[in-house]
Every structure is written in C-alpha cells, then in structure tokens.
C-alpha cells in the first residue's frame, strides 16, 4: 500500500522540480501550484528524493 503524500499549496513556489523529476505522481494545478494527484505512480524512494530537493519543503508524507 503506497503511503500517501501531499503538498502544501500555501507554500509552494511552483518552481516545478518535483513535477519534473516524478511527473507520475506531481502536476501543476489550475492555480500553477504542485500537487500529488497518483501517491502510487513511483517508488517511495523517488517521492522522497522530491522530498528532499524541495527548496521551500512543501512536500510531505502524510
């Protein structure tokens, strides 16, 4: 079972970088931010390393 994993809109930047290196689980919405709309789309490992390369820490496990 995939654990689940969200962005918190308020503080995203939109500067893409989850949604480009784990686009099976992060898009843009309508208002450009990030958000996980597919949790079981990648490994937890490749999740975590968006995780960890977010620069406002936006990302979380939940």
Do not use: T
């Not at 654990?3 to 970088?17: F, P, Q």
Request: glycine share 4%; with cysteine.
């Amino acid at each position: 079972m995939a654990r689940n994993v969200y962005v918190d809109k308020d503080v995203c930047i939109s500067c893409g970088l989850c949604v480009e290196s784990v686009p099976e689980v992060f898009r843009f919405d309508d208002d450009n931010r990030a958000e996980a709309y597919d949790p079981a789309g990648a490994a937890e490992e490749k999740i975590q390393e968006a995780i960890d390369a977010c620069p406002v820490s936006c990302i979380h496990w939940g």
